[in-house]
């Protein structure tokens, strides 16, 4: 087996650099959330406290962890900065809790794994450990170190395998908490709460104390967060992140959300297009923070200066200016439309951009630009996608709810762009919130009047073919019979085989049966937050590789037995190798950036990270939208807006396709929004709501950026397992999207009780991941009992083939 892991754990060039990036992309994604003058800060005393303050969250758990040399904690940054924290008594008796309630957690679960069943895995991945809230603050230990400043570090870490609830702990605050921070705000002349989740929480509780002077969304910023987190307070970066998601004020004004995870086998998306601000503008509930709202230390006009069209493409250029005196900071501009009609959302954001750094009176002149695509909805009675007749109106501004209308859109008559086939209609009819909205057009605004007769029908050809195969796959084929396929349509399971390439860390690998034959496996690995690698393992004399470190937290469940048996390498035994990687910040912090050309430099750096080490299918960017704020995985995902994660993920997989043989897969395909009976739930959805919001990040991101891979999901969709579903698997991505990469189902999504394999195959399906044995086993018996063709066989494998080839490994 060979490796690109290194020989030595020297820090290198390549992990300075992008270290750097990830400090710059941290920083750039905070978002400040109030500011009652307690911001920015002069490096003093001050007293910190709460569950973050040293155990900082610098991400969720689950698959998309990523191991570093070291994460940052606040604590740290904090010192660094020069602050003087006067709080170590309250840290270090909050450390011991932490510690003991740590151990406590483990012996419970190892006790459970003393027995393993098929269920161990699925309950270890819902295995989280609560962090504990510490003690009640004392009045000695405001004392204590004289400060007058506060920081509060409110924590939450969710993950996969598990959601939220709405309850003192995990969505709300619990006690402890709220006492804390009502103690702080009447014993400190400044009080700024750090709030370090991956997903909004309810505030409620503290939203009447005057004494919050500051509260700092950080979210959960990787492996440089104390590091980012200080610049920000400090006012050595000023603040420039807008939310990508709304805050509700309590869980109840989340549409439906008494039903969210509650049922093991149906989900109904009652809520229809309105999800997020589409539902809050549209029913009239103020959202605690709107999406798209973010605070800075300056402050900047946006002057709107004209808006064109030229044929579909409307052009909006605005001037923005610095009008502070003492920050220079960016601002991210934000184009909405309302469009008119009976049930359509009161807005939806059609194209961002964001300055450069602005010097106080300095101005940039932005261009955005949309095309009238964007104003389409489908009406699922004719499956068409269509732009209907109506006055459109434009608005431009800082946030979703700080918008000016710009100008008008007229459409004169319906057009229809695209004439599709209904894909995954719903088997029941479901009964969906109904909006009209009643638009009011301003009289004094420019008319861009749509010569309608330049718009020509587009009809999808379902049978057209968009393959690409390379010379090089279609020769490396010859001769193979359905057997030699069949071991290219599974991996070879989780921990691969004694031969190949092999990158320690990776969770999925192409088989290695052929490598005689000239075709090589490619390594997959984890994301989104950076590359999920092993940070040591052993490279023993016989070629295997075992890691040295857990490579993902569950593993702490394993009794030590148990670890040394099946995970741990034995350094006496073998070469220890390296693999150092960076930690960026989570995706929901990458897209409260909003800036594409920075998530296109983060992926370029996971590129060069993947190409360091091997990696040929980065499994990432996550694309599901958020849909409840309780997901365990909204950590994972950018928006709740589809323009803006499709938008960040097309620039990601530009940034790590743009190395020849690497490799983005967007996930998962499709409506996988909550953690809860992930393997059973139906996401009965109507294909309205789907096209419009849930399948149109993956759509824009598929057009935009061609990526070569995707993962379905493991949930159902209107009643059929996403892998089985050939008419997502293969009508909309091959047909109408032109998708030309690799499709793989999730990670053991296959198999009793779960989908079925060959029908995964038939459906669109090219690989089963993580595969095994067992799974080729599965095909070969389906296809001798004449349940799964040749030709089936033979299309997936040489799709898989076609990416080993043009990821050209060794
Ligand atoms: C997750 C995927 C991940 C895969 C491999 C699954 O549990 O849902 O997102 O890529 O595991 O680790």
Not at 403 to 423: R, S, Y
């Amino acid at each position: 087996m060979i490796t690109r892991a290194k020989h030595t754990d020297q820090v290198t060039e390549l992990e300075l650099t992008n270290k750097a990036l990830s400090l710059e992309a941290a920083t750039e994604g905070i978002v400040l959330l109030k500011n009652n003058g307690g911001l920015p800060l002069e490096p003093s005393k001050i007293a910190l406290f709460g569950s973050g303050a040293q155990y900082t969250i610098h991400g969720g758990s689950g698959s998309g962890e990523v191991n570093v040399r070291h994460n940052v904690t606040i604590k740290e940054g904090l010192e660094e900065a020069e602050f003087e924290i006067t709080t170590n008594s309250w840290i270090e008796r909050y450390d011991r809790q932490w510690k003991k309630g740590k151990a406590a957690f483990l012996s419970k679960y190892r006790k459970k794994l003393l027995w393993p069943n098929s269920k161990m895995w699925t309950t270890l991945m819902a295995a989280d450990y609560k962090y504990p809230s510490g003690d009640l603050i004392t009045e000695a230990e405001v004392r204590e170190g004289g400060a007058d400043t506060c920081i509060y570090v409110l924590s939450r870490k969710s993950g996969e395998g598990h959601d939220c609830e709405d309850a003192a702990g995990s969505f709300r605050l619990d006690m402890t908490e709220e006492q804390n921070i009502r103690f702080c705000t009447t014993h400190f002349a400044n009080f700024i709460l750090v709030i370090n989740t991956g997903s909004p929480i309810d505030l409620s509780s503290i939203e009447n104390l005057s004494g919050i002077k500051a509260i700092v969304y950080m979210g959960q910023l990787g492996m440089e967060g104390g590091r980012a987190l200080a610049s920000m307070l400090t006012g050595k970066s000023c603040p420039s992140g807008k939310l990508a998601v709304s805050w509700p004020k309590k869980y109840k004004d989340v549409p439906f959300g008494q039903e969210f995870g509650k049922d093991a086998s149906q989900a109904d998306y009652k809520e229809g297009i309105y999800v997020g601000y589409r539902y809050y503008d549209s029913f009239g509930i103020k959202p605690r923070y709107p999406f798209g709202y973010g605070l800075s230390y300056t402050s900047f006009t946006i002057e709107h200066l004209q808006t064109t069209l030229d044929k579909d493409c409307v052009g909006c250029s605005v001037e923005v200016k610095n009008t502070g005196n003492d920050f220079a900071g960016k601002e991210v501009v934000q184009v909405y439309v309302s469009c008119p009609g009976e049930d359509r959302e009161y807005q939806r954001l059609v194209a961002f951009d964001k300055t450069d750094i602005l010097h106080p009176s300095q101005s940039e002149t932005l261009s955005l630009s949309f095309t009238l695509t964007a104003l389409a909805t489908y009406d699922e009675k004719k499956a068409q996608t269509l732009i209907s007749q109506g006055e459109y109106l434009i608005r431009i501004g800082n946030s979703s709810d700080n918008t000016e209308p710009v100008a008008i859109i007229c459409i004169n008559k319906d057009v229809v762009l695209t004439q599709h086939k209904n894909l995954c209609t719903a088997p029941n009819k479901i009964a969906e919130l109904k909006h009209n909205n009643k638009l009011q057009i301003p009289d004094n605004l420019p008319k861009l009047i749509v010569d309608t007769d330049c718009f020509t029908t587009h009809t999808i050809d379902y049978s057209a073919n968009h393959d690409n195969f390379s010379e090089k796959s279609l020769s490396a084929m010859h001769g193979f019979t359905a057997e030699d396929y069949v071991n290219f349509c599974a991996g070879t399971g989780m921990s691969g085989e004694k031969a190949g390439f092999r990158t320690p860390g990776a969770v999925g690998h192409t088989s290695t049966a052929y490598i005689d034959k000239g075709i090589a496996n490619i390594e997959l690995c984890d994301g989104p937050a950076g590359v999920r690698l092993e940070k040591r393992a052993v490279h023993y004399p016989d070629g295997d590789i075992k890691s040295l470190d857990l490579s993902i937290s569950l593993y702490e469940f394993f009794p030590n037995f148990l670890l040394k048996l099946l995970v741990l390498g034995n350094p006496k035994k073998g070469k220890v190798v390296y693999q150092y990687v960076t930690g960026f910040p989570i995706e929901a912090v990458v897209a409260q950036t909003w800036n594409t050309k920075l998530a296109e430099r983060i992926g370029k750096a996971v590129s060069q990270e993947m190409s360091e080490f091997g990696v040929g299918i980065w499994l990432a960017p996550a694309i599901n939208i958020v849909r409840n704020p309780l997901c365990g995985r909204n950590y994972e995902y950018y928006s709740e807006d589809p323009l803006l994660t499709g938008k960040m993920a097309a620039a990601t997989t530009k940034g790590v396709e743009a190395t020849k043989g690497n490799f983005v897969t967007l996930k998962h395909f499709c409506v996988n929004n909550q953690e809860t009976y992930r393997y059973t739930v139906s996401s009965q959805v109507d294909e309205r709501v789907l096209r419009e919001i849930y399948w149109k990040g993956f759509e824009i991101a598929i057009k935009e950026a061609h990526p070569h891979s995707i993962m379905t999901a493991y949930n159902k969709l209107n009643g059929t397992y996403c892998a089985n579903n050939k008419q997502l698997c293969t009508d909309l991505l091959r047909g109408e999207w032109e998708f030309r990469g690799i499709v793989m189902t999730d990670w053991m999504s296959t198999g009793k009780g779960k989908a079925d394999e060959a029908m995964s195959i038939q459906s669109g399906v090219d690989i089963i991941m993580p595969g095994g044995k067992e799974d080729v086993q599965t095909l070969i018996t389906a296809h001798n009992e004449g349940k799964l063709s040749v030709s089936d066989m033979q299309r997936a494998a040489t799709r898989v083939i076609n990416i080993i080839t043009l990821a050209d490994r060794p």
